[in-house]
């Protein structure tokens, strides 16, 4: 898609939060606003990204794409998102999806992260997904905050009829504040370009 985009307590942290990967709410709905979703904490997926293969049409975000500001009031942030996109999952677990691409957000509590603590996490992810393929980890500062980034490439999840799976890119971005880690996972199809809007969105993580 794009070129761009320890303490032992802190590996344990995150090897915790991706083992839990898939134990998500399912609620969705279309969003229409910048509405806060009901209190309560999930474990992240790793991925996000369950079930792209069931489409084939997958597409940029378009340069005249409108965004809107969702207000997570229970888990204490705010980001743009696509307009139009559908919402799942509450709280601490929310994600945006539209056309093979998605938007996720899933806060914990913990230390701030580190190159190692994440590089060890998705080693432990590699151990029940063998296509990740993942790139240094490093910090980062976007719009003043410090910020661990790095990119990961895996194959979706087979499609139940065509059985086919797409090659996915995701960048994630790990925001650390007052004890909490949010992660955000920017998902697209290989050869999507969206790299100028996920760097408004990743910009536009802010705490509450």
């Known amino acids: 898609m794009r070129s761009k ?7 344990s942290a995150a090897t915790a939060c991706l083992l839990l990967a898939g134990c998500g709410s399912t609620h969705s709905g279309r969003v229409a606003g910048g509405s806060s979703p009901s209190s309560g904490q999930s474990a992240p997926a790793a991925t996000g990204v ?5 489409s084939a049409a997958t597409g940029d975000i ?14 204490g942030y705010a980001i743009r998102y696509p307009e139009g996109w559908a919402r799942q999952g509450s709280g601490a677990d929310v994600s ?3 056309r093979g691409n998605s938007i996720r957000v899933v ?17 432990v992810l590699r151990r029940s997904d063998a296509t990740i393929r993942a790139s240094k980890p490093l910090r980062q500062t976007i719009a003043g905050q410090r910020v661990l980034k790095l990119t990961y490439t895996r194959l979706s999840g087979a499609d139940p009829v065509t059985g086919k799976r797409l090659p996915l890119t995701i960048d994630r971005y790990e925001y650390a504040h007052g004890g909490k880690v949010a992660i955000v996972d ?16 990743s910009r536009s993580f802010q705490w509450r």
């Open 5 to 11: 985009s320890i303490t032992p307590l802190i590996c």
């Open 50 to 54: 369950p079930s792209e293969a069931q």
């Open 62 to 75: 378009p340069d005249n794409q409108a965004f809107l500001t969702f207000q997570n009031a229970a888990a």
């Open 96 to 98: 945006f999806r539209e």
């Open 107 to 123: 806060v914990v509590s913990g230390a701030s992260p580190t190159p190692a603590s994440a590089a060890a996490a998705l080693a």
């Open 186 to 201: 920017l998902s697209t199809p290989k050869g999507v370009d969206n790299v100028d809007a996920y760097r408004m969105i």
